[in-house]
């Protein structure tokens, strides 16, 4: 869930992980000290006919034992775009049965607005094996989504912009933007301010919400934001309007 300075800083190092989840360049400039770099879309598999769909669940645990993540680790991830990479890879590990991870809410910007330093200094990671245990509660396929429509209590987010919700959406999916969840500083709006957002749009923690964005990023953003609200069932369909748009068989609708 989203973290502040303290909570990273706090006790033995070795312990904790913190990954930048930037592109590499941006990381070079000045990055938290003992922060690794993990490229923003290194989960995504490079040739798909899905646009950013995950790679094989293997190369993702390889992935991320080089970073040294293993299962005693507690991770944190944090990103300069209001948490949008970071959150996909929040989101990720709990697929992969991790729970001892979280986002720096505000990101960079807030690590540094805080009095926290940077550095250009690589860090030494040292792998470690990890291997996942796949949580099906985080997760949905075209198919889950089309059954959940038949859940009395099921909601299905769809947290594009506008626009492109209006250009075509799932018929049954209600739009509430993944930018919603922030602050004009950045941060995750304060829990009462995000759960009175939520339940103004008709959601609440006794639903059973399955969200999807374009490319499986964006709709990360707003599993982190239910999840740190408490709701118990929410699941990312990662494959998206990517899969959903592209298949003729699968209904749509236009606003």
């Known amino acids: 869930m989203p973290t502040t300075q303290s909570a990273i800083t706090a006790g033995d190092g070795a312990e904790v992980i913190v990954i930048d989840v930037r592109p590499r360049d941006a ?36 992935l991320l034992g080089t970073l040294g993540v293993s299962a005693d680790r507690r991770i944190v991830f944090y990103d300069d775009r209001g948490g949008f990479h970071a959150a996909r890879m929040l989101w990720l590990m709990e697929y992969l049965g991790h729970q001892n991870v979280a986002v720096l809410n505000g990101g960079l910007t807030g690590w540094q607005e805080a009095g926290g330093p940077l550095t250009t200094d690589a860090a030494v990671a040292f792998p470690a094996r990890f291997q996942g245990a796949l949580s099906p509660r985080r997760h949905a396929t075209a198919d889950d989504v089309l059954e959940h429509r038949r859940a009395p209590d099921g909601v299905l987010i769809d947290v594009r912009p506008p626009k492109m919700y209006d250009e075509g959406h ?24 995000l759960m009175a957002h939520f339940k103004g749009c008709g959601v609440t923690p006794e639903h059973n919400v399955i969200m999807h964005c374009q490319v499986g990023l964006a709709s990360s953003h707003s599993y982190v934001a239910l999840r740190l609200l408490g709701f118990p069932r929410v699941r990312v369909y990662h494959r998206s309007w990517a899969e959903w748009g592209g298949d003729p068989a699968l209904p749509k609708a236009t606003s």
């Not at 000290?33 to 993702?60: K, Q, T």
């Open 27 to 62: 990381f070079d400039e000045g990055h938290i000290p003992g922060a690794r770099h993990l490229d923003p879309n290194a989960v995504a598999a490079e040739h798909s006919p899905v646009s950013g769909s995950l790679r094989a669940i293997g190369e993702i645990e390889s």
């Open 170 to 193: 799932i018929p049954w999916a209600i739009n509430i933007p993944w930018s919603k969840n922030l602050g004009d500083d950045g941060r995750f709006l304060p829990a009462d301010a």
